[in-house]
């Protein structure tokens, strides 16, 4: 199987709020091409042919990354950042390199971007610094970071539970308060009431770039110029928007961000941590140990610059670089034309599941900027058996609470059914999903 | 048009009982430890509440014993919970199988289902012994679905060992 080659990005490719949808689709000969790349998707499940419409969870890797993985182990496999030999310097030299193409991936430099497990454990990472600064680790350059009583922490209620424990624990640690900007039940986040939220005694607000539930694009540009304007970091969740829209961090002035690989055509086992380079010099690290000093001796440690602080131990060496290589595939196909994409696509889902009686779409309605994603709620029939009444019929979707039980308590439900799409998602699995979909209620003697 | 999977794994028996569940009641309220010593009327009572991290259902099943040791009798049963129909049905189920029996009656019923369950559909139920329990026989064939059936027999195995 060969590598696609879609045209070329357009100029509009990298917008700062990555909203733009002047790109072109992918056509559906495009589509089919992409799919071949996904060895996975070629497979009966139960019967039929799988439809993955749960990416949002996972998403799966062309075969580019994967060779990049193969090829790495096969040819350069060494110790990074040390070793004078000649693999060592090869290995160093593409997981550097990996570092680069992701950084310029999401409009950052390469000393801002700080190779992570996963993005929660970038989210801890920062948690941990903080509370290393409320110490007085760090001296009074890290004094920034430090946390009290009084201090206050805000986040929303449309969190991922990544991005809202380590900030309950950082409050907890620290003694500083937690404050949370509600949900509205159109599954937007209430800007009034953040606005009286976001004060001078707020520090951080660690906040979503798009639901992984509802789908709901956050106005980051707006949040950030009001954080800003009481001093507070802002701390950004950007899992479900690096693989779907094009993201420029530096345009969007954040000052910290994670994303993670796994949902972006890459591996597991790889995240990453965005910091802006003055906040990342002047911060604590987290984790402590090998590659990340300059001079130890028995009583202390003096620490490397950024990343290198931040990035103790042996590092995720094949999954960066396998990244990098999901990022290269990504780019080429051109994010704005994903985006575009999968703006038809969440169209055609909310259409088809607002027709069908009986479902409820959890979040913004239509018409509404969403990710290609929807979440529903089928009266009377519980999420776990409509996921399981799709899954006989090989589509595989996610259901649960998605790791966010305080939204799904706000909007009156304790578990929903989410479809989510990617590149490699075809009108027809959407139209699967929606006749499947529609013969639930009926199956479970629901009646309406 | 619906599969005969489906159909196995979803019983009539099944939706009936997630439909109309049976014990289930709109509040429970903490029991405070005295009540595992006695009450006023003489029955001791506790109750454990169980939740699956998959999905998020959670369940609070209640027993009420009256006399001890393997002899005592379940009096009283009550639950409360959110989930999909393979949980409440076995919750609606599990107040039919149990109330009324002895500790150990229950405790060998709870055996038997949990062997069933666990059989990755080898075990052909026996429908005289178990009742409408015998209709999960088809769960045992999705490995995912197990612990929505078993979730109130655990909070029932739970809540009674804290009597025993």
């Known amino acids: 199987m060969t590598f696609v080659a879609p045209p070329p990005a357009s100029a509009h490719d990298r917008t700062p709020d990555g909203q733009s949808l002047h790109d072109q689709t992918l056509s559906h000969d495009e589509v089919l091409r992409i799919r071949n790349d996904f060895p996975v998707l070629h497979q009966l499940v139960n019967g039929h042919p799988l439809a993955y419409l ?22 350069r496999n060494a110790a990074v950042h040390r070793g004078a030999h000649t693999l060592a310097f090869a290995a160093t030299e593409v997981f550097e390199a990996a570092r680069a193409t992701v950084a310029a991936f999401v409009g950052a430099s390469e000393n801002e ?87 001078s005694r707020s520090r951080l607000l660690a906040v979503t770039h798009a639901s992984n539930v509802v789908g709901t694009i956050n106005p980051i540009d707006d949040l950030v110029a009001m954080a800003h304007a009481v001093d507070a970091l802002v701390f950004l969740d950007a899992c479900q928007s690096a693989p779907h829209l094009a993201l420029d961090l530096a345009a ?14 890459g591996p597991t086992g790889i995240g990453v941590l965005y910091g802006k380079a003055e906040l990342l010099a002047a911060m604590p690290p987290f984790l402590t140990g090998g590659s990340m000093i300059t001079t130890v001796d028995m009583g202390t440690a003096e620490f490397l610059a950024p990343p290198q ?48 009686p009986g479902v409820r779409l959890l979040g913004p309605g239509r018409g509404a900027e969403r990710i290609g994603l929807v979440a529903v709620d089928v009266a009377g029939v519980h999420a776990h058996d409509v996921g399981q009444f799709l899954d006989e019929t090989g589509i595989a979707v996610r259901v649960g609470h998605h790791c966010a039980q305080p939204l799904h308590k706000k909007l009156g439900v304790t578990a929903s059914t989410r479809a989510s799409t990617y590149l490699y998602t075809t009108d027809d699995e959407v139209d699967r999903f929606l006749v499947v979909l529609a013969e639930v209620g009926p199956f479970f003697g629901v009646s309406r | 048009m619906t599969s005969s999977a489906m159909q196995q794994l979803y019983q ?71 989930g999909c129909s393979i949980s409440m049905a076995s919750a609606s189920v599990l107040n039919d199988t149990v109330r009324g029996t002895s500790v150990a009656e229950s405790e060998a019923m709870l ?23 015998a209709a999960f026989a088809g769960v045992s064939k999705y490995p995912a679905r197990v612990k929505c059936a078993m979730l109130p027999w655990v909070a029932f195995e739970a809540a009674l060992l804290q009597l025993l």
């Open chain 2, 111 to 133: 055996d038997l289902f949990r062997e069933m369950l666990r059989s990755r559909g080898t075990i052909e139920p026996d429908e005289e012994v178990l009742g409408d329990a």
């Open chain 1, 252 to 265: 969007l002035d954040v000052d910290f961000a994670v994303f993670s690989g796994h949902k972006m055509l």
């Open chain 2, 12 to 82: 009539q028996i099944i939706l009936d009982h997630a439909k109309s569940a049976h014990g289930a009641v709109a509040e429970l309220s903490d029991l405070d430890d005295a009540a595992q010593v006695a009450s006023a009327d003489g029955l001791r009572r506790a109750q454990s509440h169980q939740v699956n991290t998959t999905c998020g259902d959670e369940i609070t099943v209640r027993v009420a014993l009256s006399g001890a040791g393997a002899d005592a009798q379940i009096d009283g049963f009550a639950w409360r919970g959110v």
């Open chain 1, 113 to 199: 971007i700080v190779w992570t497990s996963n993005a929660t454990e970038g989210v801890n990472l920062v948690s941990y610094s903080f509370s290393n600064a409320s110490l007085g680790l760090g001296g009074p350059a890290a004094a920034r970071f430090a946390l009290g009583a009084g201090d206050e922490i805000v986040v929303t209620e449309m969190e991922h539970h990544s991005n809202l424990i380590p900030w309950q624990q950082l409050a907890l640690r620290t003694g500083a308060t937690l404050r949370f900007i509600p949900v509205l039940p159109d599954g937007t986040l209430d800007l009034a009431a953040a606005a009286e939220i976001l004060n």
């Open chain 1, 54 to 75: 749960d990416s949002g969870a996972t998403s799966q890797n062309p075969i580019s990354v994967m060779e990049a993985e193969q090829e790495y182990y096969e040819q």
């Open chain 1, 309 to 356: 602080r931040f990035e103790a131990g042996t590092q995720r060496i094949s999954q960066a670089i396998a990244l990098a290589a999901a990022v290269d595939y990504l780019s080429h196909t051109g994010m704005g034309r994903i985006r575009t994409r999968e703006a038809e696509l969440g169209r055609r889902l909310v259409e088809g599941v607002t027709a069908i």
